[in-house]
Protein backbone atom coordinates (compact mmCIF):
# COMPACT_ATOMS: atom_id res chain seq x y z
CA UNK A 1 0.00 0.00 0.00
CA UNK A 2 1.32 3.48 -1.42
CA UNK A 3 0.76 5.96 1.51
CA UNK A 4 2.92 8.94 3.09
CA UNK A 5 5.07 8.38 5.58
CA UNK A 6 7.45 10.38 7.46
CA UNK A 7 8.43 10.58 11.33
CA UNK A 8 8.28 13.82 11.00
CA UNK A 9 4.49 14.00 10.60
CA UNK A 10 4.28 12.31 14.81
CA UNK A 11 7.27 14.05 16.37
CA UNK A 12 6.04 17.62 14.73
CA UNK A 13 3.35 17.60 17.17
CA UNK A 14 5.44 17.07 19.78
CA UNK A 15 8.33 19.17 19.44
CA UNK A 16 7.50 23.20 19.07
CA UNK A 17 11.28 24.41 18.05
CA UNK A 18 11.94 23.46 14.47
CA UNK A 19 15.65 23.36 15.57
CA UNK A 20 14.97 20.82 18.04
CA UNK A 21 13.27 18.87 16.18
CA UNK A 22 15.05 18.62 13.25
CA UNK A 23 18.14 17.90 15.71
CA UNK A 24 16.02 15.04 17.27
CA UNK A 25 15.07 13.26 13.72
CA UNK A 26 18.97 13.49 12.24
CA UNK A 27 20.09 12.14 15.38
CA UNK A 28 17.64 10.50 17.89
CA UNK A 29 14.54 9.10 16.36
CA UNK A 30 15.86 8.95 12.65
CA UNK A 31 14.90 6.10 9.53
CA UNK A 32 17.73 4.20 9.57
CA UNK A 33 16.86 3.42 13.34
CA UNK A 34 13.31 2.69 12.90
CA UNK A 35 14.27 0.52 9.74
CA UNK A 36 15.34 -1.60 12.68
CA UNK A 37 11.76 -3.29 13.21
CA UNK A 38 11.01 -3.12 9.63
CA UNK A 39 14.12 -6.14 9.45
CA UNK A 40 12.58 -7.87 12.60
CA UNK A 41 14.02 -6.42 15.43
CA UNK A 42 11.84 -5.63 18.24
CA UNK A 43 10.86 -1.93 19.46
CA UNK A 44 11.75 -3.20 23.11
CA UNK A 45 15.23 -3.91 22.20
CA UNK A 46 15.65 -0.66 19.92
CA UNK A 47 14.69 2.00 21.94
CA UNK A 48 16.12 0.64 24.94
CA UNK A 49 19.54 0.98 22.85
CA UNK A 50 18.29 4.62 22.09
CA UNK A 51 17.33 5.52 25.69
CA UNK A 52 20.69 4.30 26.47
CA UNK A 53 22.63 6.82 24.03
CA UNK A 54 20.05 9.31 25.08
CA UNK A 55 18.72 9.15 28.14
CA UNK A 56 17.32 12.71 28.17
CA UNK A 57 15.17 11.46 24.78
CA UNK A 58 13.37 8.49 26.66
CA UNK A 59 10.03 10.21 27.13
CA UNK A 60 10.10 11.31 23.48
CA UNK A 61 11.34 7.75 22.52
CA UNK A 62 9.11 6.04 24.06
CA UNK A 63 6.26 7.53 22.48
CA UNK A 64 6.89 6.56 18.90
CA UNK A 65 5.41 2.55 19.98
CA UNK A 66 2.40 3.96 20.65
CA UNK A 67 1.72 7.11 18.47
CA UNK A 68 4.03 5.15 15.20
CA UNK A 69 0.23 5.23 13.26
CA UNK A 70 0.74 9.22 13.05
CA UNK A 71 3.75 9.09 11.49
CA UNK A 72 1.19 7.92 8.24
CA UNK A 73 -1.23 10.99 8.01
CA UNK A 74 -3.02 9.15 5.05
CA UNK A 75 -2.89 6.67 1.76
CA UNK A 76 -1.56 9.06 -1.39
CA UNK A 77 -4.94 10.25 -3.29
CA UNK A 78 -6.22 7.77 -5.75
CA UNK A 79 -4.90 4.50 -4.38
CA UNK A 80 -7.79 3.14 -2.55
CA UNK A 81 -10.28 3.12 -5.98
CA UNK A 82 -7.61 2.00 -8.23
CA UNK A 83 -6.95 -1.38 -5.56
CA UNK A 84 -10.95 -1.52 -5.65
CA UNK A 85 -11.09 -1.33 -9.27
CA UNK A 86 -8.31 -4.35 -9.67
CA UNK A 87 -9.91 -6.32 -6.75
CA UNK A 88 -13.69 -6.08 -9.15
CA UNK A 89 -11.34 -6.49 -12.19
CA UNK A 90 -10.73 -10.31 -10.49
CA UNK A 91 -6.84 -9.25 -10.64
CA UNK A 92 -4.93 -11.00 -7.10
CA UNK A 93 -3.84 -8.84 -5.28
CA UNK A 94 -1.03 -9.23 -2.94
CA UNK A 95 1.39 -6.97 -0.57
CA UNK A 96 5.03 -6.65 0.09
CA UNK A 97 6.10 -4.45 2.71
CA UNK A 98 8.67 -2.94 4.82
CA UNK A 99 6.91 -2.97 8.06
CA UNK A 100 7.87 -3.83 11.40
CA UNK A 101 5.42 -6.75 13.20
CA UNK A 102 4.59 -4.79 16.07
CA UNK A 103 3.85 -1.62 14.04
CA UNK A 104 1.43 -3.77 11.27
CA UNK A 105 -1.24 -4.98 13.21
CA UNK A 106 -2.24 -1.96 14.82
CA UNK A 107 -1.68 -0.11 11.40
CA UNK A 108 -3.72 -2.53 9.34
CA UNK A 109 -6.80 -2.70 11.77
CA UNK A 110 -9.83 -1.00 10.64
CA UNK A 111 -8.62 0.01 6.72
CA UNK A 112 -10.74 -1.65 4.58
CA UNK A 113 -8.18 -1.09 1.81
CA UNK A 114 -6.14 -4.34 2.82
CA UNK A 115 -9.36 -6.45 2.77
CA UNK A 116 -9.03 -6.64 -0.98
CA UNK A 117 -5.36 -8.55 -0.85
CA UNK A 118 -5.19 -12.30 -0.92
CA UNK A 119 -1.93 -11.66 1.14
CA UNK A 120 0.65 -9.49 2.61
CA UNK A 121 4.38 -10.09 3.36
CA UNK A 122 5.13 -8.47 5.99
CA UNK A 123 9.16 -7.61 6.58
CA UNK A 124 9.67 -7.56 10.34
CA UNK A 125 7.48 -10.78 10.26
CA UNK A 126 10.40 -12.23 7.90
CA UNK A 127 13.34 -10.23 9.04
CA UNK A 128 14.35 -9.79 5.85
CA UNK A 129 13.68 -7.01 3.95
CA UNK A 130 13.06 -5.08 0.63
CA UNK A 131 15.31 -4.48 -1.86
CA UNK A 132 17.02 -7.99 -0.61
CA UNK A 133 16.25 -10.08 -3.57
CA UNK A 134 15.31 -13.30 -0.95
CA UNK A 135 12.19 -11.23 -0.01
CA UNK A 136 11.33 -11.23 -3.62
CA UNK A 137 11.32 -14.93 -4.19
CA UNK A 138 9.64 -15.52 -0.76
CA UNK A 139 6.76 -13.54 -1.95
CA UNK A 140 6.89 -15.76 -5.22
CA UNK A 141 6.98 -19.06 -3.53
CA UNK A 142 4.27 -17.74 -0.63
CA UNK A 143 2.05 -16.29 -3.21
CA UNK A 144 2.56 -18.93 -5.76
CA UNK A 145 3.02 -16.51 -8.62
CA UNK A 146 5.67 -16.83 -11.26
CA UNK A 147 7.93 -13.29 -11.81
CA UNK A 148 6.43 -12.73 -15.11
CA UNK A 149 3.19 -13.04 -13.68
CA UNK A 150 3.63 -10.14 -11.19
CA UNK A 151 3.35 -6.42 -11.55
CA UNK A 152 5.30 -5.06 -8.39
CA UNK A 153 4.83 -1.57 -7.37
CA UNK A 154 6.94 0.80 -5.42
CA UNK A 155 7.94 4.40 -4.72
CA UNK A 156 11.38 3.48 -4.13
CA UNK A 157 13.80 2.90 -6.99
CA UNK A 158 15.96 0.54 -5.25
CA UNK A 159 12.93 -1.82 -4.32
CA UNK A 160 12.42 -1.62 -7.75
CA UNK A 161 15.64 -2.58 -8.75
CA UNK A 162 14.98 -5.43 -6.47
CA UNK A 163 11.83 -7.07 -8.12
CA UNK A 164 13.44 -6.18 -11.72
CA UNK A 165 16.61 -8.55 -10.23
CA UNK A 166 14.38 -11.71 -10.07
CA UNK A 167 12.41 -11.24 -12.86
CA UNK A 168 9.59 -9.29 -11.53
CA UNK A 169 8.31 -6.50 -13.74
CA UNK A 170 8.50 -2.92 -11.59
CA UNK A 171 6.65 0.08 -11.56
CA UNK A 172 8.01 2.91 -9.67
CA UNK A 173 5.00 4.87 -8.37
CA UNK A 174 5.17 8.80 -8.63
CA UNK A 175 1.25 9.39 -8.52
CA UNK A 176 -1.79 7.41 -9.11
CA UNK A 177 -2.66 8.81 -12.43
CA UNK A 178 0.80 7.34 -14.07
CA UNK A 179 0.29 4.20 -12.26
CA UNK A 180 -3.72 4.05 -13.56
CA UNK A 181 -2.38 4.43 -17.01
CA UNK A 182 0.57 1.86 -16.75
CA UNK A 183 -2.21 -0.43 -15.33
CA UNK A 184 -4.52 -0.06 -18.15
CA UNK A 185 -1.43 -0.38 -20.45
CA UNK A 186 -1.06 -3.48 -19.29
CA UNK A 187 -4.53 -4.54 -19.50
CA UNK A 188 -5.46 -5.01 -16.00
CA UNK A 189 -7.63 -2.15 -15.91
Given at each position: MISR???RFLYEKIIDNADELDWFLTNVVTPEWHFQHDAGRAFADTSAELIAEYPEQAKRIALFQHRFNETNPGEIDGITPLVARLSEAGVPLFGLSNFSAEFWP???AGKAVFDHFEDILISGEEKMVKPDPDIYRL????FDRAAEQCLF???RLENIDGCEGVGIRGHLFQNASLL????VDLGLL
Amino acid sequence: MISRWDIRFLYEKIIDNADELDWFLTNVVTPEWHFQHDAGRAFADTSAELIAEYPEQAKRIALFQHRFNETNPGEIDGITPLVARLSEAGVPLFGLSNFSAEFWPPFRAGKAVFDHFEDILISGEEKMVKPDPDIYRLALKRFDRAAEQCLFIDDRLENIDGCEGVGIRGHLFQNASLLESDLVDLGLL
